[in-house]
């Protein structure tokens, strides 16, 4: 059981307290509700953009990771198509110098044209070599769009294409800077060995004058069913060929999830799961199976991904998924099998609960999901799935109409 308080500013802002006397470190979480599916579909890759922006200077502090790493202290962030979260963890001595730096440049960004040029080289390089010329680097590139049709999922958090940074102008980042950060558009998450009070006391200190902005209301359009099978075959220069199968799930919110994600552990969850164990140990087919949930807060995808053993086709690789999938579907799992998924989860759960930023990164999206209570309840909330759940999530999930195949071919050489 995690315990923790809450609070509120007068201009929106969401602050959690959590107290954990075992560590000298504190965390301190700052999640802006704001992704790549809320970008301009002209204007992608904005989300990412303002990850590095948020560190290239504030109206009032021209370099943000100076101050921080003469407190003892270090920081990151990562952008989501859902969310985009900054954190940093220093000595709990020190912890003013977090709400000093994340409250000015949540007030404002210094807005200078050289931290938009240099930013906006640093994220087009980053495009270039993980998507572009990395291996592999532009499956997503390719498959989001498939599986998408009219929903903003339908690309990466990089964005469409380098262009939409390389021509952002300064007007552009402002007008995103003022519609998504602002105080109510994110929540705080103070933990470690400090006490309630101080933590109010600085949060109205640093953050309480901030002015809260008109709040931007999501209104996406929604991904129709998808009715009929999709594929796409590439040829890149790659070791070995690729096979991206993607099913439409559930949200992250949604009811079934906890059983969706079981479905993805059954099947490829360690080494006794059943691709693993079936293509990989037992009739090596492949070289590498997995399968895993985008985890998505609007509708997602279930992914089935596997690179297959020099020889084997992916149009056979493609088939022998599908018999694994079809058993799924014809038939309910043992009690072990589900048990042992539930155990590892609540092992994890367990394991990540140690550490005092992994509590307030959760405690925060849980927050900007429902409620921060629900991180409580959510080893439950797999323990309460059914054999019948995942018999039923199975047949809903694995149809031919409702998945799209990306074939990642090697070239001959």
Not at 155 to 171: F, L, S, V, Y
Not at 178 to 199: F, M, R, T, W
Not at 390 to 400: A, D, G, Q
Request: glycine share 6%; net charge negative.
């Amino acid at each position: 059981m995690i315990e923790f308080n809450q609070f509120e500013l007068s201009n929106g802002l969401k602050v959690i307290h959590h107290l954990d006397e075992t560590t000298p470190i504190v965390a301190f979480n700052l999640i802006y509700d704001v992704g790549a599916r809320d970008e301009n579909p002209e204007r992608t890759g904005f989300a990412h953009l303002f990850e590095h922006l948020m560190f290239g200077g504030s109206k009032h502090i021209p370099n943000f990771d100076g101050p921080l790493q003469v407190a003892g202290g270090q920081s990151n962030a990562f952008t989501s198509n859902d969310i985009t979260n900054y954190y940093c963890t220093l000595p709990k001595d020190n912890l003013e110098t977090a709400f000093w730096l994340d409250s000015d440049r949540m007030l404002e960004l210094a807005f200078t044209p050289k931290s938009l040029e240099v930013q906006r080289n640093v994220v087009i390089e980053e495009f270039k070599q993980r998507y572009l010329n990395q291996p592999y680097g532009d499956i997503w590139l390719l498959l989001r769009p498939l599986a998408y049709t009219v929903h903003p999922y339908q690309w990466a958090t990089i964005g469409k294409e380098i262009e939409h940074i390389a021509d952002a102008t300064m007007d552009d980042v402002k007008n995103f800077f003022y519609k998504h950060y602002s105080p109510q558009n994110g929540i705080l998450c103070v933990a470690g060995d400090i006490a309630l009070e101080e933590v109010k006391y600085l949060t109205e200190k640093y953050f309480g004058e901030i002015p809260a902005r008109e709040k931007y209301r999501r209104n996406l359009p929604s991904e129709p069913i998808q009715s009929e099978y999709r594929e796409l075959t590439v040829e890149r220069d790659v070791p070995s060929d690729a096979l991206y199968m993607a099913f439409h799930m559930c949200a992250r919110t949604d009811k079934d999830y906890h059983a969706t994600d079981l479905v993805s552990d059954i099947l490829s969850r360690g080494k006794s799961s059943r691709l693993f164990k079936g293509l990989v140990l037992d009739n090596p087919k492949f070289n590498e199976i997995s399968a895993y949930v985008s985890g998505s807060l609007d509708n997602g995808l279930f992914v089935v991904t596997g690179k297959p053993e020099e020889g084997v086709s992916l149009e056979e690789a493609q088939e022998l998924i599908w018999d694994f999938l079809e058993e799924l579907k014809n038939s309910e799992v043992s009690d072990r099998e589900l048990q042992k998924v539930q155990n590892k989860v609540e092992s994890s759960n367990v394991f990540g609960e140690m550490s005092v930023l992994n509590k307030a990164m959760s405690l925060c999206f849980y927050e900007l999901i429902g409620s921060a209570e629900d991180i409580n309840s959510e080893v439950d909330k797999y323990r309460n799935v059914t054999k019948a759940d995942l018999l039923r999530i199975s047949n809903e999930l694995f149809k031919k109409e409702n998945c799209s195949v990306l074939n990642y071919k090697a070239k001959v050489k």
